[in-house]
């Protein structure tokens, strides 16, 4: 979607900027430089940020019926996560919750070739970090209003592993954006991440063919990337490189 496209749904949703800041996580600043024509080529996470609000099939819920007498959204703790249905597919983050659809079995395959790709490195090299993959329970802020799901992650510290799930921020993590989770991964839980202590931060648009890599110790970030190249994991000093060549053909073969 365009710059002049987006202004069009403006006007068509009578957003103010200030609402539009609000919903797609974008700054109120960045956000009135680009429809006012000042910021001519904004950042491409930006872009998606925005794309992912006024593309109307793009429908992130975040207002989920799971309010009681007791509770509402703002207020949900992780005793309350723990008494959702088994079949119910949830976040908590920050007392709220976000619906989460079943994930596709391109989506798996995608998560479980990155996730291969590193637990092989991690084995070969006698390593002591270990690689998760959804769904693990990761209470990231290590307190009461927040668990989130991570596609992939890595965990070095292995005082933070725990019989549910993980307690604290992994050193990695990996999502692979879905419709339902697009603006969500591209804002709410970049910031997330970046504040809990998480160390690097990889964003997969399979069918954009990118990759938006956070390593929150460079000075360069974030770093984009095509798939037609592997990418160096930071943590693992560069050590490590993932390819994308599977990915790449199982997206071909999906859209077929």
């Not at 200030?18 to 009135?32: F, K, N, R, Y």
């Not at 080529?41 to 006024?54: G, I, V």
């Not at 009461?144 to 725990?162: G, H, N």
């Not at 938006?212 to 037609?228: A, K, N, Q, T």
Request: one cysteine or more.
């Amino acid at each position: 979607m365009t710059i002049q496209e987006m202004k069009k749904k403006k006007q068509e949703k009578g957003y103010t900027y200030a609402q539009i800041a609000e919903l797609s996580g974008v700054p109120l600043g960045t956000v009135q430089k680009i429809f006012c024509g000042e910021t001519t080529s904004p950042r491409y996470d930006t872009l998606l940020a925005l794309e992912a609000l006024f593309t109307e099939k793009l429908v992130v819920k975040e207002s989920i019926a799971y309010q009681t007498e007791a509770h509402t959204q703002g207020s949900y703790t992780i005793e309350d996560y723990y008494k959702l249905p088994d079949e119910k597919r949830v976040e908590l983050i920050d007392g709220y919750f976000y619906d989460m659809s079943s994930p596709t079995t391109y989506h798996q395959l995608f998560a479980g070739d990155i996730h291969r790709q590193i637990a092989n490195y991690i084995l070969q090299k006698g390593g002591s970090c270990i690689p998760f993959m959804s769904p693990i329970d990761v209470q990231l802020d290590c307190d009461e209003k927040t668990i989130v799901q991570p596609d992939v992650a890595i965990l070095c510290d292995r005082d933070k592993m725990k019989r549910w799930g993980i307690y604290g921020a992994p050193d990695f993590v990996l999502e692979v954006i879905s419709p339902s989770t697009r603006r969500k991964d591209y804002t709410k839980k970049l910031s997330k991440y970046m504040e809990a202590g998480v160390r690097e931060y990889w964003i997969l648009d399979p069918y954009q063919k990118k990759l938006l890599v956070y390593f929150f110790e460079s000075e360069v970030c974030p770093v984009i990337y095509g798939l037609d190249q592997p990418v160096p994991v930071g943590i693992f000093d560069g050590e490590l490189e993932i390819e994308f060549s599977n990915i790449v053909k199982w997206v071909e073969c999906e859209n077929e």
